[in-house]
């Protein structure tokens, strides 16, 4: 392998679809989200979740229908995400993170089954990686294909996907039948945020509803391989180390 260099807490606390106690919920808030300011914190829509029962919260689901942008835990750091095939969406999601539209943001899957609709050129090393490491913490770079729209890519002919290993982003794509960006939930050079706190801290009200499941399990971004050129080339070595990746 070649290398190279390469976003109110009401008493909404949801999973999947029932809220609980609401003293126990805005005590919780009231304590971990006390110093974000200046936004107004009663219009950033939290939700507590845990997703490990494959269900996804029914009010996220309908968000990402409608085209909102949501705030969501991975296996990785948390992702800002909304479905692919809206582009007001796709470029709310550049203007929330200041980022140039240039700079293709990353799709999540919700299994392998799913790569051939959105990728070309698939081959057999690219296969051995993903049965290793799907889901998990491996995004692979490919040719996309014509269902990625060109706003996702920044205009260029690649596509960056991954698999989760988290079951809730994984739940909600299945839910709408469709990938969700899967871009890390911070503002541009920011650092990405492995809980929802840190997220909010840094895309305040700018969101549609945040949800919010405890710490991200690695804490690190996803390693990045371009499976593009003949020779697989690492871009960034993140949660799974380059010398495990064997090719």
Request: aromatic share 4%; proline share 8%.
């Amino acid at each position: 392998m070649s290398s190279g260099n390469a976003q109110h807490p009401r008493d909404d606390a949801e999973e999947g679809g029932e809220a609980s106690g609401n003293s126990r919920a805005m005590s919780y808030y009231a304590l971990t989200f006390s110093n974000l300011r200046p936004f107004d914190l009663g219009q950033v829509s939290i939700l507590r979740v845990s997703g490990e029962d494959g269900q996804a919260p029914r009010r996220a689901i309908e968000a990402l229908r409608q085209g909102r942008v949501v705030v969501y835990p991975t296996d990785t750091v948390y992702g800002l995400g909304c479905r692919i095939d809206d582009e007001g969406a796709v470029q709310r999601i550049f203007a929330i993170k200041r980022r140039p539209p240039t700079e293709a943001v990353p799709v999540l899957l919700a299994d392998a089954a799913q790569l051939d609709d959105y990728a070309r050129g698939v081959g057999p090393a690219a296969r051995r990686l993903i049965a290793r490491f799907w889901p998990g913490a491996l995004t692979l770079i490919f040719r996309r294909s014509d269902r990625v729209p060109r706003a996702v890519s920044g205009g260029g002919d690649t596509v960056a996907l991954r698999v989760p290993g988290h079951p809730l982003p994984r739940a909600l794509i299945r839910a709408i039948a469709m990938p969700i960006v899967g871009t890390s939930a911070n503002s541009h050079g920011m650092p990405p945020p492995a809980t929802a706190q840190q997220a909010v801290y840094d895309l305040g009200d700018r969101v549609d509803l945040v949800l919010d499941g405890g710490r991200a399990p690695l804490g690190r971004e996803s390693t990045v391989v371009d499976m593009t050129t003949d020779v697989p080339r690492l871009v960034r070595e993140g949660a799974i180390p380059a010398r495990d990746l064997g090719v």
